[in-house]
């Protein structure tokens, strides 16, 4: 065998071994400052379990009509927190911290069997129903924020007898968010498993705290609580390798194939000054979809009810106004 040939062969097996074993000679250390969820639940907050999972929901207002709200990532319900008061004026709110995150259970690898990975989109939208049957709710307006807004469009699709509006707030519909399919694999390495909840830890940090000032038009308007709201998700146990379960089990929606099918009516609300989800997507959702109106807000970013708290209710009241019957229980 030729030298030259010999030194590339050498090179190549010693960049596999590396590759191979590399990930395992990282060091874990343990999560700091983290507690179990339940020393963190409000007075407001309650757990429901939903197939051995426990789910944290917030509720406010009462009354027949019926509004459910789904947190976009790495978010929880706290998200909703300055809207949730003037919206259970409207009836009865449940907002829902989506399975990894905020105060809801995080199932770690081996807790679950083949084909039943909780992380799933699909899983996702049964929990989120499981819910609104424990509570006795048979129809609410979905409310999705980003990622959220995905689980509540998959709702409109699968089960449109379980949705009477929705309001999708900087969604994601048109894909390329989501691991290339050839990448996928390798997600689900054990190297990666390794990596992936160091990786997720930077969210915990300096990262995430850029990844959210970057959802805001005017990064100076966010305040301390809108900071401990957001940070939430990180006080909890595991909350690292759940996130990179979340992460792992990401797919393509694919809803934008399935719009025209989307019968219920319908908000798309936008940020104009959005750099997550460009305002010319919404736009083209809310065309695509048979029964939407655009509620463009101007000098808002991705996270419209956050940081224009006020001007997000007057859009959504407007809305709502104009439908012909309120949800129904």
């Not at 907002?95 to 039943?116: K, Q, T, Y």
């Not at 990786?199 to 308007?221: H, I, K, Y």
């Not at 970013?301 to 009241?317: I, Q, R, T, W």
Request: hydrophobic fraction near 45%; charged fraction near 20%.
């Amino acid at each position: 065998m030729p030298f030259r040939i010999r030194i590339f062969l050498s090179i190549f097996l010693a960049l596999f071994v590396l590759l191979a074993i590399g990930p395992f000679l990282i060091p874990l250390p343990e999560l700091e400052n983290t507690v179990p969820a339940e020393s963190l639940a409000a007075e407001a907050g309650s757990f429901i379990e939903v197939d051995g999972v426990r789910l944290h929901v917030r509720e406010a207002g009462n009354g027949p009509a019926a509004y459910l709200l789904l947190h976009g990532y790495p978010a929880n319900v706290e998200s909703w927190r300055k809207i949730l008061p003037e919206l259970a004026l409207y009836g009865r709110v449940v907002a829902v911290d989506r399975i990894g995150f905020g105060l809801s259970d995080r199932p770690l690898p081996g807790s679950w069997s083949r084909g039943d990975n909780p992380y799933l989109a699909e899983a996702q939208l049964e929990r989120a129903l499981a819910v609104l049957d424990r509570l006795g709710i048979d129809q609410a307006v979905w409310i999705g924020s980003s990622s959220g807004a995905i689980v509540a469009l998959q709702a409109a699709l699968e089960r449109p007898e379980r949705v009477a509006a929705l309001v999708l707030v900087g969604a994601p519909a048109y894909g390329g968010r989501s691991p290339p399919r050839w990448l996928r694999p390798l997600l689900h390495t054990p190297q990666m498993d390794r990596v992936g909840p160091l990786l997720m830890r930077q969210l915990g940090g300096p990262p995430g705290m850029n990844l959210f000032a970057s959802q805001w038009t005017v990064p100076e308007r966010i305040g301390s609580d809108d900071i401990s709201s957001f940070r939430r998700t990180f006080e909890v146990e595991d909350w690292d390798r759940a996130l990179w379960e979340v992460s792992k089990a990401s797919r393509p929606a694919d809803v934008d194939r399935q719009l025209a099918d989307v019968d219920v009516p319908t908000l798309v609300v936008a940020g104009a000054q959005d750099e997550i989800v460009p305002p010319d997507e919404s736009e083209r959702l809310a065309r695509e979809l048979p029964r939407a109106t655009l509620g463009l807000m101007e000098d808002c970013g991705h996270l419209p009810h956050e940081e224009c708290p006020s001007a997000f209710m007057d859009v959504v009241s407007d809305w709502l106004s104009t439908l012909a019957e309120p949800a129904g229980r």
